[in-house]
Every structure is written in C-alpha cells, then in structure tokens.
C-alpha cells in the first residue's frame, strides 16, 4: 500500500505539469481554434531563463517571475506578428506554431547549450515522510503552485469581464464580434494565457527535472494527450486529462516497466481517439460553439 501511494503521489505531481500545460493549449484552442504546437516551448523557455538569471545573481523569486513575463510576452509577439497574419485559416496557424517552436529550440541551444540547467528548489533540498511515502519539498509547491492557478484561472473565466468576452469568443467568435467585444484583444489574451500558465508549469517541475533545449517536445506532446483525454477546449477536462496521464504512467513504470512510461501516452491517446473522442468531460462552456 505504501509503494502504491508513493508511486501515486509521484504520478499526481508530474500529472499537475501535464495538466497545466494542457491547459495552455486550452486557452489558445479556445480563443482561434488553433492548437498551440509549441506550448512545450513555453515551458522550456521559462525555466531556462529563470536559470540563468538566479546564475547571474537574482533572488530566485524575481528570476521566476522575470521568466513568466518574458515568456507571456514572447507568445503575444507571436500571435501579433505570425498568427494574427494568417488570418483564420486553422491549418496555416498549426504550421506556424510548430515553426515557432523549432525556432525556440534552436534559440535556446545557441543562448544555453545542450546541457541541462539547473534551477534550485524553491524551499531548498529535501524531502516529507509520512506513513513511509517520501516527498520532496519540491513536489509540494508543484501541488500547491497548480491548485492556485487553475483556482485564479476559474475566477477570470467565470468573474471577471475579460473571462467573460473571452468565453463568448470561444463560443462564437463571429456573434461575440457582432457584440462589440475586440476578439483581436481575445486572441491576444489566450496566448498570453497559454505562455503564462506554460511558464509557471516550467518553471515550478525545473528543479525536479532539469531542462534543456528540447524538453518542451516531451512537455508538449504529454500536454496535446492530456487534452485528448479530459475533451479538447475544456480547461477542467484538460487538468483532469494531465492528472490521469501522470498517475497512469508512473503506476505503469513503477508496476510493469520503466521502458512503458513514454509508450502509455501513446497507448491513451489512441485508446481515447478510438473509443471516446470527445474526451471525459467533452466541450463545456468557454469551450463550446
């Protein structure tokens, strides 16, 4: 019982990050129909300079939230200057995302290197023992970090004006714009959405799993599967998705074999694809048309 729990709460916190970033896609999925192929990136890209600005002397909590702005700013110059000019042809959009996120990468080995960059943990090293399952400190601010953000990204959605619009543009864009309401601003807001909660994903699974050049394609790609399973366009489905995607592979590591970790995202995907394409929770509202 106790491997299990310990194999569980393991899978939980990598899931959290699964389920961020599939949230990510959610918020630009929403906002042009487009889905963001290089999310991955966003991630990657935080941690890495979160990285280098603590290597260069900045208080941790600054460097963190240096790399968040950079990065939410980095995805509104990329809908500004490369989606917003493609008009809404989806297709052209998808294609354009996947060259952004092999520029980014190749940016990062240029500025980083190959080599992994290390990024302290937030309460230092060390770990919680309790009943005899060990946690790391980290792990508790991965927890804590995501139950935040999903909570605030729930209260802008639901509360606040701008969730609002935003939601009526994802519903139908063309009445919303009838309505008055600047979907070119709503575009703007799901990436900038999309980069933020990226950003933070990154930035907080960094001192776990280090980060280098191209760990946002594995981020990313977990991210899509964790979407196709809670119902592409749902936010609550999409953290949901990334909650079962982490528990099942590290149950299936921890019990089969490690060499079945990668294979259970595939195995799910098609598995949903073919059985329940429409995911868990399917579309709801922000995410209905």
Known sequence: MTEFAQYLISGLVVGCIYGLIATGFTAVYNATHIVN??????????ALCAASLVLAGAPLLLAIAVAVVVVGLVNIL???????????????????TIGVGIVLQGL??????TDAQPLPAFSGPGSISAYGVVVPRQALWV???TAVVMALLYLFLTRSFLGKAFRACAMNG???????????LMRSIGF???????AVAGVIIAPIALMQYDSGVALGIKGFV????????????AALGGLLLGATETLAAG?????????????LLLLFLLVRPGGLLGEFGAAKR
């Open 192 to 198: 900038l959405l999309s980069g933020t909660v990226g």
């Open 143 to 145: 927890l804590g970090t």
């Open 78 to 96: 990329v809908e500004r200057l490369a989606i917003r000019r493609s008009g809404t042809d989806v297709t052209r959009g998808i294609i354009i």
């Open 37 to 46: 192929f290089a999310q991955g990136e966003s991630s990657m890209l935080a």
């Open 108 to 113: 990062a080995a240029l500025v980083w290197g």
């Open 255 to 267: 019990y089969i074999s490690s060499g079945f970790k990668n294979a259970i995202a595939y195995v």
């Open 226 to 237: 964790a979407c196709i399973i809670g119902g592409f366009g749902n936010p609550i489905g």
């Open 174 to 184: 063309q009445a919303a714009a009838l309505m008055g309401i600047p979907t070119g």
